[in-house]
Each structure stands twice: as structure tokens, then as C-alpha cells.
């Protein structure tokens, strides 16, 4: 079965629509013999290697302003909720931590799912941990001992070398996906990567 | 009729994309209704306003080497020629001023790809008179008056006037298209904005 890795920030909004895309497309992938694996990374120290504190999108004015209409836009075209959010980038640590926690656990997608819908739909702040146990309290899944392995060192260490993952296998942005040595960066080229997975 | 206007850099890669799909697309434009008017304009004052000297492709090295190999593929699947040029942005001073004083001309839009196929499909030096005199000669036209209208005070001041124009709409990149007042960034969201100018 071919995969497609799906590294995305918690914080990135292009990577909100590729995580509401990659639920209903999970299906139809599965259909195709494509197996998504979520792989959650953190941006910043991407942006910081980069000489940049914070998001481009709020470095670069024109862009900045120009990203939140095209969030409108784009969510209404995919039928998505969307508010824009008052804190921005928001800080996807512990929610990434958490995600690398779940990864193969039966909640892993619909919590990364419900972490972005929190994030762009109801302007909640994903950095806080009653958040984020509120989110898994939903799934119907013990938050104790997930928020105490996300804070553990085995998790953090574990999100560091992914991040770093991130930096060699190139990456410079989010959502970008991969197939197999393939690189395809932003939402607008998930099609085209599901299509080189499914060949 | 609506308008999309579609505003590019001769340098850009990713306005070469469009402006090779804006020839096949007119077509279809014409039968919903909808004109596509070219401005180009310069990319170059707009980056040097952020504090870039050259495009980003080139400052950020992770981002421009994912680009060619993004290019190759885009161009696999619109069916376009490729050849990732030698230099890299070539300066499209001269190829704008052209293409400004032939609005309206029958040759405005063959100039145009021309001028792109010779960028990015045969790596030619666009910013050379000679390459350009090459390219109106070939659409069967006098470069002479052309070139000379292309050096004169009026085209130079119509640049500069529509590369503020750009600025102060809020331009950050290119291909960007307006219909009305909605801008789209980039050739992924051609078919956004020929949908919206459709209806």
C-alpha cells in the first residue's frame, strides 16, 4: 500500500483546510490503497532558522491581509467552517505533542481534526491544556494519562527529532506532503499528491 | 462582460504557467462572458519594498529548490515545454514596456507566451533587444516603431505608473488576478477567479 505523509503545524491554516480535507479523503484513499500517516512538526524553529520570528504572514503585510480572504474563500468552497483566528500563530506544542502521543491510536485524526476546528473554526486557544483535554475528553478518551506522556521527555524528544526531520527533508512550509522522496507543498497540492499515490 | 484582469512578471515562473493556460483559456473565457486584460508589471520594486533584493525563490534555498522541481511537474501536467532557465529572475523590463504599448494590439498575447516559451521553455535572455525584435518578428509585426514606442518616456512612465498600481492594490506576488475588487495570488487560483468573473 503506497502512504502519504502529511506534515502539518497545529498553528498553519492552509494546513486546517489539508486536515479537514485528509478526513473526508481518508476514504476515498483508502478505496485507492493509500494509506495518509499524519506526521504533526512545529514551524517555528523552521521560520526561526529562516531569520523569521513569526509567520511570513505576519511579516509580510499585503500577504497577511491577503491570506485571510483567501481563507474566506477557500473554506466556503470546500464547505468548511471558518473564523479567522484573534491569536495568531497559535502555538500547536503540546497539541503536536499530544498528536505524536496518538499516532496509530484510534482518535489520532478526529483529535487533529478537532485541534484545527478549535484553532479556524472557534477561535479557541489550542496552547491552553484544558483545551486540548477538553478536545480529548470529547473523543471519549482519557486525557490524564495522554497529557501526562505528551509532557513527558519521550515526547518531546520525539517532536524535536521530527522537526528536525522536517529542516533536512527540506521542508519550509505547511501543509507539505510526501510520497516517498516526492515533496508537495500547501493544500493546493494534495490532489496531486493522493495521484502520485495512488499510481 | 466581466473582466479578470490578470497581472505578471516576465521573470516569473509561475506566470509563465498562466499566461500559457490564459491562451487556451481564453477561448472559454470568450464563451462565458468573460475578458482577460494582461498587465504586466515589474515584481521587482515590489520584493526590494519588502527588503528583498532579488525574488524569494532565490533568498529562501529551500523553497527555490523545491520550485524546479515543482515547475517540472506543473508543466508535465498542463502539458507545457520546460527547461529551468540558466538565470534566474531575468529582468523583463523591456518585455513589459512591449507588452504595454501592444494592449489591445492583435499580437498583445502571442508576444506574451512567446516571451515566456522563450524564458522558461528554451532558456533564452529575454532581457536582450535582440530576443525580443526575434519574438515580433516572428508574429509577423515591425519591431522597429515597436521598440522605439517600447524606449520612450510614455511607456517607461506607464510602467513605473503600473507598477505602483500593483503595490497599492495590494500585489505581493505574482501571477495575481483581480475580478473586481478580489484578488487571487498565483496559478492555483486561476480557476477561482475565471469562476467568479463567470457568473
Redesign the interface.
Known sequence: MNTIEFWFDFGSNYSYLSIMRTQRIRRLAADAGVRVVLKPFLLGPIFKA?GWETSPFVL?A??G??VW??ME?QCA?YGLRWRQPSVFPRNGLLAARVALHGEGAAWEFDFCEQVMLANFADDREIGDEAVIRAILAGLGVDSDPIVAAARGDACKAGLRARTAAAQSR????APTFFVGD?????N??LE?ALALAGR
Do not use: C, L, P
Open positions: 529562516q509580510q499585503a500577504k491581509r491577503y480572504r483567501d474563500r468552497k527540506g521542508i519550509f512550509g516526492e515533496m508537495f507543498w500547501g493546493d497540492r496531486d
